[in-house]
């Protein structure tokens, strides 16, 4: 088969019989002919950006489809573009109205908005991948934040994009492979009876009494700090002499 027909070099093959011989040649010369129709679907503009990609990519293994797949992938999300306050705002109002309790919404604000001012509220969440995040950890670390505040960012991170994931608002999720540092749990400690009796002698002093009922209330009915701080007057009753510790309150929502 001649230059003219494969378009690159001659083809020298043997065959059978005739009939093999021209079926084959028929078929290069068909394909020489699509290659040339669809070189007419480019423009000269085209067929420089292609060979620019292709420069680009030379030596990497990556075909200029795949490159182009990819891009597509990530760069069009499906889910299309949305901001990390645009994304943050979602989130709280779908937690709102699952009846997350406010603690917990209060908690996930001020997580959600620390990320989403260091990376910029207007910045597409598509533009961030794991280097980004890994060195805003990093950033963390140098700032002198505790182990265990850094697992809470970690942690709230990992939720964030694990939504914008779900909702095809990113290709993958760049939180997923961030890792917390290892923080050690402390055994909680029971007060001997003569350390209970200078606890409450304490409270009971002129500087200290204002303490003493979360004193009382944590020594007598088992309540913890963070239970203490969400009760009112409204889950006090005097009459009964009992402290109703509802859902919202207690550290469960059981």
């Not at 490159?67 to 597509?72: I, L, P, T």
Request: glycine residues 8%.
């Amino acid at each position: 088969i001649p230059a003219k027909v494969t378009g690159s070099g001659r083809i020298r093959r043997q065959f059978k019989d005739r009939a093999s011989a021209l079926a084959f040649a028929e078929g290069e010369a068909n394909k020489a002919k699509e290659q040339g129709q669809n070189a007419f679907y480019l423009s000269p503009e085209d067929v420089i950006e292609a060979r620019q990609a292709l420069k680009l990519l030379e030596g990497l293994g990556i075909s200029l489809i795949e490159a182009a797949r990819y891009a597509a992938k990530h760069l069009r999300p499906k889910g299309g573009d949305i901001s990390f306050v645009a994304l943050k705002d979602r989130i709280l109002r779908e937690k709102q109205r699952e009846g997350l309790r406010p603690a917990s919404i209060q908690a996930l604000r001020f997580y959600l908005s620390v990320l989403a001012n260091h990376f910029g509220a207007e910045t597409l969440i598509k533009t961030i991948g794991y280097d980004e995040l890994s060195g805003w950890i990093d950033e963390l670390h140098q700032g002198g934040a505790s182990k265990r505040h850094i697992r809470n960012f970690i942690g709230y991170a990992r939720q964030f994009f694990a939504y914008a994931y779900a909702h095809k608002f990113v290709a993958d999720n760049p939180a997923g492979r961030l890792n917390g540092p290892r923080v050690d749990v402390k055994t909680p400690v029971v007060l001997k009876i003569p350390e209970v009796k200078r606890l409450l002698r304490a409270g009971m002093s002129r500087n200290h009494y204002r303490l003493l009922p979360a004193v009382v209330l944590a020594l007598f009915c088992g309540l913890r700090s963070e239970e203490l701080l969400r009760l009112n007057w409204a889950h006090v009753d005097l009459v009964t002499r009992k402290v109703l510790v509802p859902s919202e309150v207690s550290k469960t929502r059981d």
